[in-house]
């Protein structure tokens, strides 16, 4: 059973930066597809972006060439890189980890409020 800890969120002005950390435990993620998801006040949850235990890398149309996946399975952690930041993309921000059975986990999720 793999436990996700989310961290990194926090108020950041328009047009900023930041990075969200996902730290594994109990299971290493070697194997697992790990994405970034978001959830703003009164939509669903929607996929940000993943990456695959080959390293492949996928995004939503919304973040395209603004927000970069990626993983360091040394440390058991993935990230996401977050330029460019608009108050659209003010959302909980949860990581999401797949294993190669299907099972899906989900960390508590970590806020992101862009405003100035």
């Known amino acids: 059973q793999v436990q996700l800890v989310e961290s990194g969120g926090g108020l950041v002005q328009p047009g900023g930066s930041r990075t969200l950390s996902c730290a594994a435990s109990?299971?290493?993620?070697?194997?697992?597809?790990m994405g970034w998801y978001r959830q703003a006040p009164g939509k669903q949850r929607e996929m940000v972006a993943t990456i695959t235990s080959t390293f492949n890398t996928n995004s939503s149309n919304s973040v395209k060439g603004r927000f970069t996946i990626s993983r360091d399975n040394a440390k058991n952690t993935v990230f996401l890189h977050m330029i460019s930041l608009k108050p659209e993309d003010t959302a909980v921000y949860y990581c999401?980890?797949?294993?190669?059975?299907?099972?899906?986990?989900w960390g508590q999720g970590t806020q992101v409020t862009v405003s100035s």
């Open positions: 109990g299971s290493t993620i070697m194997f697992y597809t």
């Open positions: 999401n980890a797949v294993s190669t059975m299907g099972r899906v986990h």
